[in-house]
């Protein structure tokens, strides 16, 4: 009895694996690829030269792939490693989603060193995932304003994002990349709200509001 509703269970499994369900695993091993570049947990690096890809809404993650596959935004670190061939479209939701359950701790949680439990090698371990984005310049307050008038809507509360409109969090990744991004939305380069195609949100406003609004989101996450 045992074993028919083992080999059952395999069957089920085997059958599900078959029907398009998402492979954490194979996303696992794409991102040895990525992780060059990104990091071993997504968290980006050289100050924002590669931007944080982990935590992102895994829908906006695979719209940026298929971009970058198809040109329609320009990325030549990374043009060989998102060919079709290299990546098919099933290799690109698998990334996609192990990407997104990657959480990373802006702050460790308080231990004593001294207790009998305390793991050293645990702790090193979460000691590496930490992300926390320096202070950027400019007025926190006025930015923490206008962010709540201006872009809370769509990038959502403290500007963690919003996974089910695909919109990516703006707290939490570097500011030059955040800048870069705003550069190409100003130059056309990049659409930055479909819906909206022809006026770009950001043209209302100062380098000096942005600044200010970057200057609240690099301590949103603290
Ligand atoms: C050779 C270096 C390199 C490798 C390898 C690489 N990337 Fe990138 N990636 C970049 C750079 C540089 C950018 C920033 C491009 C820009 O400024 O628009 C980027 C941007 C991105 C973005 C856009 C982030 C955002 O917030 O819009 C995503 C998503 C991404 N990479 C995912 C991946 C994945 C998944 C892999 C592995 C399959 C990968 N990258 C491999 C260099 C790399
Ligand atoms: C109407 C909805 C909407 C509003 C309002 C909005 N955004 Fe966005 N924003 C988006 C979407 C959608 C994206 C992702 C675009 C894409 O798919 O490439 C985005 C992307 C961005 C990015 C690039 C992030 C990355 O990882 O590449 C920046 C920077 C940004 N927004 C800044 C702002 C700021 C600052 C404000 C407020 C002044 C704002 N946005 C208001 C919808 C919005």
Redesign the pocket.
């Known amino acids: 009895m045992q074993v028919l509703t083992l080999f059952a269970a395999l069957i089920i499994a085997f059958l599900s694996s078959r029907a398009g369900a998402v492979d954490l695993e194979n996303g696992e091993e ?1 991102n040895e ?2 992780a ?3 990091g071993e947990y997504g968290q980006g690096g050289k100050n924002g ?3 944080r ?1 982990a935590g ?1 809404p895994a829908g906006y ?1 695979y719209k ?2 298929k971009r970058f596959q198809d040109r329609s935004r320009p ?1 030549m ?2 043009v060989e ?2 060919d079709k061939r290299e ?1 098919p479209d099933s290799d690109i939701e698998d ?1 996609s989603v192990y ?1 997104s359950k990657i959480v990373l701790p802006t702050k460790l949680p308080p231990v004593d060193e001294t207790a009998p439990d305390f793991d050293a090698y645990q702790r090193l371990l979460q000691t590496k995932r930490l992300m926390q984005i320096a202070r950027a310049e400019g007025d926190i307050e006025k930015g923490k304003v206008l962010y709540k008038k201006e872009c809370r809507s769509c990038h959502g509360k403290e500007g963690v994002g919003k996974p089910k409109d695909n919109v ?1 969090m703006l707290a939490g990744q570097y500011t030059n ?1 955040l800048w ?1 991004q705003v550069d190409k939305y100003l130059d056309g380069t990049l659409i930055h709200d479909e819906d909206e195609p022809d006026s770009e949100l950001l043209a209302e406003f100062s380098r000096e509001d942005i600044r200010d609004i970057f200057a609240y989101l690099s301590i949103a996450d603290d």
Do not use: D, F, S
């Open positions: 794409i690829v990525c060059a570049c990104h030269e590669y931007p890809i992102q993650t940026q792939l990325n670190p990374m490693h998102v990546l990334i990407l990516p990349y870069r």
